[in-house]
């Protein structure tokens, strides 16, 4: 009587039960709980005075700031990002494997070293800055120190996400368009950068994610001054001056930036897996 | 990367319109180039060059301060608990989830990637709220003279809430391509589970908790934002490498968290070695033969 056979009938390997029990109460503990407790807090405290912390001129500043740092640093990003990633899997060169291994140094390098060490060069008498400077650029310091740093720690997400699929693109498909008589210029603009649009797009979208919760090197370029402070700034200044409530209402905030980010860049990933070969 | 000889032939014959003119393409590796020195390179020889600004006996002096060891002490340490936990969280999330079919993996799959997408600064507040004095469960933890928040378990936490997606996500993809058929071959040749699992999939997927590991170790060790928010800046006792490095940065001496700064940079440096190793590694035994 073999008619029914439970759902062990095709898997007879053991131990579901107690990896996904473990799986699930570790997520509870370290992730879900801690998030359910913001969302009580915040439940806790008056909408309109929560409305009104995160709200506030000072906050509606940093918030501009974020975003617009972010969003800079993110489209410099995908400029650059997408020109390493093209170099990197089109060209030979000499310089071309320390090239690639560098381009992960952004994510291995703590971010506190990277904005330690990027104030440092842009102040008036740092190795970039002492040519800068007198120039009018004024790195350390600044709302533009705010989008080098943004840009340092966010490059790796353009180029990774963009290099897998330089790699797998269909070379016959450029060789048909320059036989069909486009020119090189032509075969780029109309049948290169279209297949790449989506995985760029990805690319900017993670690394705009990256920039808007970033902190550690931010603390150390922006100088701490009101003009350069960003939204994750704000959290902690005001935690540091036991506004639980404002604190919480900008990472309310925050949150749901991330949030929205996140189902955008879902979206755009399954848009882009259509644009990739199997 | 070695391209076989046919491909170096037909890159030679393709037309000429499929390669942009010499002058493009050395122009468009000169640009990247000179981006990469500037913006990748530099900031990391700057990083040694001024932490020994002040000479090598400063740089040692700096490095052998009381505070920056027990910061050294420290970090190690809540990386040596935050690390291993995530290691056994991964496995058996990449068990559960690549070996077996249930409803909600997509919903379990996206919560275990949350964490990448919540600001580390908003994931200290999370812990503080839950844990802190007037967090939720701060009367309760304070009835048994348990400290989290301003202390090492609080450290531990929120380090182990930033790292936690790491090595799950290199795990999953991993197992799910490998199927099940080899641990079903050895429980059906009468191997136990825990043999199975020992000598059958753990050692096949060696090479990508390694590196799931490296990656998730140089952030619990570099990790800022979400550290700094529960930890209280004790000097001496809830510093990390991270928070000595700023808290030398705000006493005006110039060398001295560079000094510290090193050792960090260090650890990013054999981060990339180990990656660099590991991708090359998986990708020859992935290859035929």
């Known amino acids: ?278 | 990367m070695i391209l076989p000889p046919s491909t170096i032939e037909s890159q030679k014959a393709a037309p000429a319109s499929t390669q942009e003119p010499g002058w493009v393409k050395w122009l468009l590796i000169g640009v990247a180039g000179l981006f990469a020195a500037v913006f990748l390179l530099l900031p990391l020889i700057n990083v040694f060059v001024q932490a020994f600004s002040s000479g090598v006996g400063a740089y040692w002096q700096a490095l052998r301060d009381k505070d920056t060891v027990s910061a050294i002490e420290l970090t190690l340490l809540v990386a040596g608990i935050s690390v291993p936990m995530n290691v056994v969280f991964g496995v058996a999330a990449s068990w559960a989830i690549a070996k077996f079919e249930f409803r909600g993996k997509a919903v379990l799959l996206t919560f275990i990637d949350l964490p990448f997408s919540v600001s580390p600064v908003v994931a200290g507040l999370m812990f503080v709220l839950l844990c802190g004095v007037n967090g939720l469960m701060g009367p309760w933890l304070q009835a048994h003279h348990i400290k989290i928040i301003f202390a090492v378990p609080g450290i531990v936490l929120a380090t182990i809430f930033v790292t936690f997606p790491f090595v799950a996500r290199e795990l999953i993809p991993i197992m799910e391509d490998q199927g099940r058929e080899q641990e079903e071959a050895a429980l059906t040749l009468g191997a136990g589970g825990w043999q199975t699992f020992w000598h059958v999939s753990l050692p096949s997927v060696k090479w990508g908790m390694l590196y799931g590991i490296i990656l998730c170790n140089a952030r619990a060790m570099g990790e800022f934002g979400a550290v700094s928010v529960v930890s209280g800046r004790i000097t001496g006792l809830t510093d990390t490498l991270p928070l000595r490095v700023e808290k030398l940065f705000n006493s005006f001496d110039p060398a001295a968290p560079f000094a510290v700064a090193t050792l960090l940079a260090l650890l990013a440096l054999v981060t990339l070695g180990l990656k660099t190793f590991l991708e090359w590694k998986s990708r020859g035994e992935e290859g035929p033969g």
């Open chain 1, 1 to 278: 009587m073999n008619h029914y056979r439970g759902p062990a009938r095709s898997n007879p390997l053991p131990g579901f039960g107690l990896t996904l029990g473990f799986t699930v109460l570790y997520l509870s503990v370290i992730v879900l709980i801690p998030i359910a407790a913001l969302a009580l807090k915040a439940l806790h405290l008056s909408w309109q005075e929560l409305w009104r912390l995160a709200t506030n001129p000072r906050a509606l500043a940093a918030y501009e700031l974020s975003l617009g740092a972010a969003l800079v640093a993110a489209l410099l990003n995908a400029g650059f990002g997408s020109l390493l990633a093209w170099v990197l899997v089109r060209y030979r060169f000499p310089g071309r494997r320390l090239l690639d291994g560098l381009i992960d140094f952004p994510f291995a390098l703590p971010t506190a070293v990277a904005g330690l060490t990027l104030a440092d060069l842009f102040s008036a008498h740092g190795w970039l800055g002492r040519f800068l400077v007198p120039m009018g650029f004024q790195g350390a310091y600044t709302r533009l120190g705010v989008v080098l740093a943004l840009t340092f720690v966010g490059l790796p997400f353009s180029v990774r996400t963009l290099q897998p699929l330089l790699e797998n693109l269909d070379k016959g498909v450029e060789e048909a368009a320059a036989m069909l008589g486009a020119g090189r210029r032509r075969t780029f603009v109309s049948v290169i950068a279209p297949t790449l649009l989506p995985a760029v797009l990805t690319g900017f979208g993670l690394a705009f994610a990256r920039g808007l919760g970033e902190y550690g090197s931010i603390v150390f370029i922006s100088g701490n001054l009101p003009r350069t402070e960003i939204a994750p700034t704000l959290v902690v200044a005001r935690l540091e001056n036991g506004d639980y409530t404002g604190a919480i209402g900008v990472a309310l905030v925050l949150m749901v930036f991330s949030f929205v980010l996140l189902f955008t860049l879902n979206w755009l990933q399954g848009w882009s897996s259509k644009f990739q070969r199997p």
